[in-house]
């Protein structure tokens, strides 16, 4: 495992750079050789068909898998292989796919939960502000189990707002969601961007990523295959390939 | 920083009905005879237990069934500082009763609380038999014979130790878990423990922290019990029997609560008590235990305090009896 004392952070380098980053599964390649860097502000939309390496490549960046090859670096901080807590503590904050809240804590109590390794003097007043930047102020007291599918997911968005994060993953935040919650999601993203933190978005709604990213990776069979703004990549033929298997 | 809350009525009701517990506890052996006494002295020590295994079981959601083993250490380490090579008194005995179950509990809870479900259930269990079979082969811990301690035969004086051990566990308890970051930590792990870590949660470190804390507990028990008993052998104090009572009396009060093992403690212990002097030295007791234990896992799945605290109270009783049916 790589310690941080021997990778300085540098003020030069990007929040989030992923070096040629690979992981089998037996012997299915995952992610081969993957390499994606983001700047600070800046949102990345992650898109490409099922089973493409997506969230295998999340999971890669959050320390929830070790890469078989490549390298993560945050701010310059090698971080590969590192504990996903000790990765999480340096600025990574996510998603899941499925909203994975404390299930026997009330909303309140889960965005507490997510302060305790950060400001604790502050958490209480970053949730009220996480509550309503969020527009769940209103079931504040309800249990996680209490809530609908769509609250959930900004309950986990608040979560990761509790928080100090250079770099916020987010894996298919709007999937399912009402499109008054989207626009609350969408909301947010634009107003913490603007405080410098770097975004990478899992999506399929293509609209949102029209909306939202600056720069869009598609990646297909665990490899980028095509990069670039929302234009570019719809006229890509590798984009369409992947997609509908044909050009 | 929020300002606090306001003080609620509901907060100075609690308060008040704590207080008048507390009080009644303490003026108890005034009223009643020392057969009762001794009851109640025992429902005070299962109490403790029960909080002491529900930092693990319920807080934590790793089911132990090894507990027993600190209890024995607790109870082994005073006996055997009690003798007459060492002397020690009983208080000083505590303190490596304690330290000693704590290092014992990093050491074993390192390993195993890296497995989950029955794999963490059966790792510990099998912790418990070897250490069992460990005593009871050595000379030191006195073999199958066990051991005798000096007999200080003052029911008045372990019924008030037994109150304020639990009484100072089930407050540390209070304040550790339920008003601090650890509660929060120890919480989250339970739930979810890839989203704690994706918190920065360290969630292996948190995880043995609570079983060093429930072993601490445990064994202090463990060392009070065998000054009271005034003897112990391998099966009395390490026996699989003790934890079985722990497990079952914090699921009867309510797995991951303050107070669910307090209650279940005390009821199952009386319980207990009033069958065994009501049929005599028989095993009748068992199977009625075993059916009021079925039927409040049926009907009462969050135990018997969520009768008493919680959202859905009697309701929830009758929607589950209705639904069985």
């Known amino acids: 495992m790589s310690s941080a004392s021997s990778n300085a952070k540098s003020p030069g380098h990007p929040p989030l750079a992923i070096e040629s980053v690979a992981k089998h599964f037996g012997g299915i390649t995952a992610v081969d050789g993957v390499s994606l860097s983001a700047d600070a502000g800046e949102v990345v939309g992650v898109i490409g068909p099922n089973g493409s390496g997506k969230s295998t490549l999340f999971n890669l960046a959050a320390g929830g898998l070790k890469p078989d090859a490549g390298k993560v670096r945050l701010q310059g901080i090698d971080v590969t292989g590192w504990p996903t807590w000790k990765i999480a503590r340096t600025g990574i904050s996510r998603t899941f796919q499925i909203p994975s809240l404390f299930i026997n804590m009330t909303v309140r109590d889960n965005l507490l939960a997510a302060a305790v390794e950060g400001d604790w003097q502050r958490a209480r007043d970053r949730m009220e502000d996480a509550l309503e930047m969020l527009e769940i102020s209103h079931v504040v007291d309800n249990l996680a189990t209490e809530l609908s599918g769509g609250q959930q997911k900004l309950v986990e968005f608040g979560r990761v707002c509790m928080r100090d994060p250079k770099v916020i993953l987010l894996d298919e935040v709007t999937a399912g969601v009402h499109p008054n919650i989207r626009q609350i999601i969408l909301g947010a993203i634009q107003r913490l961007r603007k405080t410098g933190i770097t975004f990478l978005v899992i999506e399929h709604d293509m609209e949102m990523v029209k909306e939202i990213c600056d720069r869009l990776v598609v990646m297909d069979q665990g490899k980028i295959v095509a990069e670039g703004d929302f234009e570019t990549i719809a006229n890509d033929t590798n984009v369409r390939k992947a997609y509908l298997g044909r050009t | ?313 009697g309701k929830e009783l009758i929607s589950n009896i209705l639904r069985k049916f």
């Open chain 2, 1 to 313: 920083m929020a300002s606090k809350p306001v003080q609620t009525p509901k907060f100075i009701v609690r308060a008040l009905l704590i207080g008048a517990i507390v009080i009644a506890l303490a003026v108890l052996p005034a009223f009643i005879d020392s057969y009762t006494l001794r009851i109640a002295t025992g429902a005070l020590m299962w109490a403790g237990l029960a909080c002491a295994w529900n930092i693990v079981g319920g807080y934590a959601g790793y089911i132990s069934f090894g507990h027993s083993a600190f209890f024995g250490i607790g109870a082994y380490t005073t006996a055997i500082l009690m003798q007459s090579d060492f002397g020690a008194s009983f208080f000083v005995t505590l303190l490596p009763a304690i330290i000693l179950s704590i290092a014992v509990a990093v050491v074993i809870g390192g390993p195993t609380m890296r497995l989950r479900g029955a794999y963490f259930a059966i790792a510990t269990w099998a912790f418990a038999e070897m250490l069992m079979q460990l005593v009871t082969v050595l000379d030191f811990t006195g073999g199958t014979a066990g051991l005798s301690l000096p007999a200080y035969l003052n029911e008045f004086f372990f019924y008030y130790t037994m109150l304020i051990a639990a009484a100072a566990s089930f407050v540390g308890v209070w304040l550790l878990i339920e008003h601090s970051r650890f509660g929060f930590r120890i919480k989250a792990l339970r739930d979810d423990e890839p989203a704690a870590e994706s918190l920065g949660i360290r969630t292996n470190l948190v995880k043995v922290q609570s079983f060093a804390l429930s072993a601490a507990i445990t064994a202090l028990f463990g060392s009070i019990y065998a000054y009271w008993t005034t003897y112990i052998d391998p099966h009395s104090v390490m026996g699989p029997q003790i934890t079985d009572q722990m497990v079952v009396m914090v699921l009867l009060g309510g797995l991951g609560t303050i107070w669910g093992p307090a209650l279940g403690g005390v009821l199952l212990w009386i319980t207990n008590r009033y069958i065994w002097s009501t049929f005599g030295d028989t095993v009748i007791y068992l199977p009625i235990l075993g059916v009021i234990i079925a039927l409040v896992v049926l009907f009462l799945p969050n135990g018997l305090i969520s009768l008493l605290v919680g959202r859905q109270r």
